[in-house]
């Protein structure tokens, strides 16, 4: 049973036992469900349809409309830019994140740790690599669509990966890919495996990646 599935099953036990869900059950309800669409089921979908689609060499739009139990109907559109086709989603501002000042921090030696990289090999084989890890870090984001990877709701440090808004601390370590979003970078190498591993899982984008010494 996919999540999907196990959350409409969650649903209809409590309305079966009586549980009425309030409105902001109901609300948390539509947002997981709405991210699970987009996790679980449009990745799948993608796949089934590029073959069919691969033929067509011209780029287009295509709109489904889907109601339980009806037949699916499919639009089409020359137009490639969707946002002409439908209420596109306004991105709102993130808020800004409260971080603890912990004080003055006594200095001591420490040695450096070797500078580590990142590489990562794509489904194909070829591989992409920047000149250090946050580098290829943020590369791998733009390649897999920044949007795409903000409704992901990864945070680090409680910050977006990909936010709309400028952290107050972090800034500086926040690269802006497109106008009004920025990919956070402030994390180690190791971290930044760990999220490019899970963006990989959740999207289905086949990736290997590997730490690597520079």
Known sequence: MTKLETLYASIKGLEKVGLTLTDEMLKKADELEEQLIKTEVLPTLSKDIEPRLSQIQRELVLVVEYKPGEPISVALSRKTNIAELLE???????????????????TKQEKKAPGTGLCVYRKDGSILQERDAATTFVAAIVETGPLRVRQLGLKYCRINIVSTTKDQKYGHAQREVE????????????????????ISNALHLGWTVNIIDK
């Open 179 to 198: 106008r009004g979003l920025y990919v956070l970078t402030h994390s180690n190498t190791k971290d930044k495996k760990k999220m490019l591993d899970r």
């Open 88 to 106: 596109a989603k306004r991105l709102e501002p993130d808020p800004q994140v409260e971080h603890k000042e912990l004080g003055p921090r006594a």
